[in-house]
């Protein structure tokens, strides 16, 4: 599967369609999140699968249990092929999510790409991402999760733990002359790439270019070039 997943955040199904078309030669899963299933309900998934793309469902499920459990059954139904759930929902959450049939791909969100040390020291949590991405993954690895989403920064010690079967999904993507928006931890395609990362999440920067296609090339580009030491 193509490595570019490319995060619909937009307002409009108009526009989440466009952004299709444009760069469907370079993507295969698109990311859907609450602001276009609250708008438009699962047809927008159904639009999605019928222009053959995959869609990753990002509604970051952090509840008890059974409530995992049940929004997880649900998502296949709707033709869901991957969805979020925090591995801060903790472990029997996770568990009762992975066992649940039917399921999608579950990927654990381990620290969320926006936050800093400061952020995380202020939540109670240890203040290196790294740290806590690792506890995480090991609590995701343990209840059967298919992968985890984290920053460029965390994934090379993630994929030492986590072996080669588990996906590793990085968004927080730029090239170098992009802005940062409101994400902290951030690399590029080819820098995720030789960490380890098996897709890279873009929304912003597909979605604000001049001509999304060309940008999404580019992107590809970069995550196959040859890897310069960092
Ligand atoms: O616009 P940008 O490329 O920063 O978008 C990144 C996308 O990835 C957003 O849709 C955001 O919700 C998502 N994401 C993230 N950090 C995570 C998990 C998901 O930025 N840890």
Not at 52 to 59: Q, S
Not at 96 to 116: C, D, E, F, I, N
Not at 175 to 182: A, M, R, V
Not at 212 to 221: D, E, H, I, N, S
Request: glycine residues 6%; positive net charge.
């Amino acid at each position: 599967m193509k490595p570019l997943i490319v995060a619909l955040d937009v307002e409009t199904e108009k526009e989440a369609l466009a952004l299709i078309r444009a760069t469907k030669k370079f993507v295969d899963i698109y990311k859907v999140g609450p602001g276009l299933i609250l708008r438009y309900g699962p047809s927008i998934i159904k639009k999605i699968t019928s222009a053959r793309r995959k869609v990753f469902l990002d509604l970051k499920f952090h509840d008890i249990p059974s409530t995992v459990a049940r929004s997880v059954k649900e998502a296949p139904k709707c033709g869901v092929f991957s969805a979020t759930v925090h591995i801060s929902a903790g472990e029997n959450a996770l568990r009762m999510a992975s066992q649940a049939k039917p399921r999608p791909k579950l990927w654990g969100v381990t620290v969320l790409t926006s936050l800093s040390e400061h952020d995380l020291l202020s939540l109670g949590f240890p203040p290196s991402p790294l740290e806590q991405a690792v506890r995480l993954a090991t609590i995701a690895k343990g209840a059967g999760i298919d992968g985890v989403v984290a920053s460029v920064g965390e994934t090379a010690n993630l994929r030492k733990l986590l072996g080669p079967q588990m996906t590793i999904i990085t968004p927080g993507i730029r090239l170098p002359d992009d802005s940062l928006g409101d994400q902290v931890r951030i690399a590029t395609p080819q820098h995720a790439r030789s960490a380890g990362a098996n897709f890279i999440v873009v929304g912003r920067p597909i979605i604000e270019s001049d001509d999304p296609a060309l940008f999404a090339a580019k992107m590809m580009r970069d995550w196959s070039k040859k890897d310069s030491i960092h």
